[in-house]
DNA sequence: ATTTAGCATTCATAAATTAGAAGTGCTAAG
DNA sequence: CTTAGCACTTCTAATTTATGAATGCTAAAT
């Protein structure tokens, strides 16, 4: 079993190498511990058996291996307290937002990134249960016009287009009912299907120049599919103020994850609606990291989001901040009902 | 004056040094001019004295200086052609998205940016002259609504937003019917002012929770405002990709100028619509970087785009792009008429 | 008058050496 | 059980050395 002294000693390592980044020595704590530094050296080998630090190389100070990260996050670490200036941004941002929550995690997460320098992944789910509310065309100046569609959920995808010439307005009025006549209440991803069978062969009775005029709307109602895996990263280029990047290959392979359209699975991955964290390895992207994820009910629509940082990131002052925004997200989600 | 040959050098040691980042000997370039290396160092040393080359020391290799770069772009470079492989890509793009100019032109510089591996900037210069079309809620399932401003050029702006319990449907009916009413065509960086002064003193009568619904609106139009300085940058880190970025202080230093503001004024000053090559300096960026620039036409308004890679990028490469770009979009535009 | 071969010269880069500092592990005394 | 003391290990940074690439210049060749 670990002594207490031992947790004392870890806890210490942890923190200070957080801090620095640099490895800690035996000399460097024993101070704020009440004993020589041998008593600490003694320590450091038992705490070294027991895979909770490691060491660059025979001389080197310790550093906290991937099972001394989790034994801190899981044991040591003490809630860390919001500092009031972090907090007032963000009721700044509660208060300018509040009757839009989407906007409203958007900044946080934005927030959270600035603060912290950490990278925030959000993952909106939209589309999965969104059914076509509505298609509307506004005609425009010229022979422009603007054509949206509308999701029960509230999403909206909208495309400006030039008319060609030999569409009359007309027809696109036409082509606009029937779609709502048709398509109206259809989830959104069967809607391409249905627009293929049931409203092509009908569209061409209406439309002179049909396949123009349909090409167009197939395409906006594909970009909601694709909007369905919304991947907002923010903050990527945090990686290089961080003292341990400074190797630009590092810097490449977790930037090229980043491109990596596998990296939504591995996030996505979450099953319930606790702040969790990944440390290293545990986090399937690179050894390099850790991951911080959670989940947020917005609107009835689940929004993951993510919080990368090195792995001596500061997961206290992270799990804060998602805390603190998910109870005022809450309270927000409270007002509905 | 410059003697035919030494043009040949030059061109030969710009080509060279563009294709592979590292300085040229005089050995490695005399083979292709038909004459020794010692000839080709006489005339090296007179192209130096006219600025036009440069050396990193006694006995490197030769590069070109921001001279150099300027009379190779002036007066050697050979239109390039584009590669069928190329073309065939931003056809894709033009037939798939015929209608939407907007689309078309984000989707095509994104290419630009995938094929060189150099960094693009959109600017849309959205809202200068935008006028407010209409205001427009759409009643979502529980008690949520969907708001939307539409201009008369077709900018769409929406927000999803809970409605507070004590705020009735019929009162947030009165608040659109009202602005309509009152806000209609007016300039998009005049409404906030008319909300405050028209609107705001009037919505009391009508809405009893008033300063939220006002605050939300308010709020919406304030987006498209930001929105005119939309700047959309891709392949930020394709820098990392470039030998001569390494460095990543020089890298950290490139990544900051993109999120510096000012970097749009920096952009934006063009005048007329040609494409336009500033290098190293002349970017007023970094020394380390060129920029290509232009503007398009979209549906009336000016779009400024600009291609920004190492001092030794494929001016011709992009330059053929860019080109080819404008004259599609151009034929686009043309059909309106 | 050009061009070119030849060679000494310059400088960068990489490898090898050295010196110094940091921090450990172990031993033996407190 | 704690700690002082010291030998030992390894990193880092500074210095040296060697190698190689490419130059500028001189003098001969065309």
Same mark, same amino acid.
């Given at each position: 079993?670990?002594?207490?002294?031992?947790?004392?000693?870890?806890?210490?390592?942890?923190?200070?190498?957080?801090?620095?980044?640099?490895?800690?020595?035996?000399?460097?704590?024993?101070?704020?511990?009440?004993?020589?530094?041998?008593?600490?050296?003694?320590?450091?080998?038992?705490?070294?058996?027991?895979?909770?630090?490691?060491?660059?190389?025979?001389?080197?100070?310790?550093?906290?291996?991937?099972?001394?990260?989790?034994?801190?996050?899981?044991?040591?670490?003490?809630?860390?307290?919001?500092?009031?200036?972090?907090?007032?941004?963000?009721?700044?941002?509660?208060?300018?937002?509040?009757?839009?929550?989407?906007?409203?995690?958007?900044?946080?997460?934005?927030?959270?990134?600035?603060?912290?320098?950490?990278?925030?992944?959000?993952?909106?789910?939209?589309?999965?249960? =969104?059914?076509? *509310?509505?298609? &509307? %065309?506004?005609?425009?100046?010229?022979?422009?016009? $603007?054509?949206?569609? +509308? @999701?029960?959920?509230?999403?909206?995808?909208?495309?400006?287009?030039?008319?060609?010439?030999?569409?009359?307005?007309?027809?696109?009025?036409?082509?606009?009912?029937?779609?709502?006549?048709?398509?109206?209440?259809?989830?959104?991803?069967?809607?391409?299907?249905?627009?293929?069978?049931?409203?092509?062969?009908?569209?061409?009775?209406?439309?002179?120049?049909?396949?123009?005029?349909?090409?167009?709307?197939?395409?906006?109602?594909?970009?909601?599919?694709?909007?369905?895996?919304?991947?907002?990263?923010?903050?990527?280029?945090?990686?290089?103020?961080?003292?341990?990047?400074? =190797?630009?290959? *590092?810097?490449? &392979? %977790?930037?090229?994850?980043?491109?990596?359209?596998? $990296?939504?699975?591995? +996030? @996505?991955?979450?099953?319930?609606?606790?702040?969790?964290?990944?440390?290293?390895?545990?986090?399937?992207?690179?050894?390099?990291?850790?991951?911080?994820?959670?989940?947020?009910?917005?609107?009835?629509?689940?929004?993951?989001?993510?919080?990368?940082?090195?792995?001596?990131?500061?997961?206290?002052?992270?799990?804060?901040?998602?805390?603190?925004?998910?109870?005022?997200?809450?309270?927000?989600?409270?007002?509905?009902?």
């Amino acid at each position: 079993m670990i002594t207490e002294r031992q947790r004392a000693i870890l806890k210490c390592i942890v923190e200070e190498y957080i801090k620095t980044a640099k490895p800690v020595s035996s000399n460097h704590i024993c101070n704020s511990l009440n004993c020589s530094s041998a008593t600490v050296r003694n320590e450091m080998v038992r705490l070294e058996e027991l895979k909770l630090l490691e060491k660059n190389h025979f001389a080197s100070g310790r550093i906290p291996s991937e099972d001394g990260y989790r034994y801190y996050v899981d044991n040591l670490m003490e809630p860390k307290e919001m500092t009031g200036e972090d907090m007032l941004k963000l009721q700044t941002i509660f208060r300018n937002n509040e009757l839009d929550l989407n906007d409203t995690i958007k900044r946080s997460i934005e927030l959270v990134s600035e603060i912290t320098n950490y990278t925030s992944i959000v993952l909106g789910n939209a589309s999965k249960d =969104n059914r076509l *509310k509505k298609v &509307e %065309i506004v005609p425009l100046e010229a022979n422009r016009i $603007l054509t949206m569609a +509308i @999701t029960d959920k509230g999403f909206v995808e909208h495309k400006n287009m030039v008319l060609p010439e030999n569409v009359e307005m007309s027809e696109v009025v036409k082509t606009v009912e029937l779609i709502n006549k048709l398509v109206v209440n259809t989830p959104i991803n069967e809607v391409s299907e249905k627009l293929e069978y049931e409203v092509k062969p009908i569209i061409s009775k209406y439309v002179k120049q049909h396949e123009v005029l349909y090409n167009a709307f197939y395409d906006a109602f594909n970009e909601f599919t694709n909007k369905a895996n919304d991947v907002r990263v923010v903050g990527r280029t945090n990686f290089l103020k961080q003292p341990e990047f400074t =190797n630009i290959d *590092k810097v490449k &392979e %977790i930037l090229n994850k980043f491109e990596d359209s596998n $990296l939504i699975n591995t +996030i @996505t991955a979450d099953d319930d609606n606790d702040i969790k964290i990944y440390i290293g390895e545990e986090s399937e992207i690179t050894d390099d990291v850790s991951v911080i994820k959670t989940k947020y009910d917005i609107n009835g629509e689940e929004v993951t989001i993510a919080i990368m940082g090195p792995k001596r990131m500061e997961y206290g002052k992270v799990v804060a901040m998602l805390d603190y925004i998910k109870e005022n997200i809450g309270g927000m989600n409270e007002k509905e009902k």
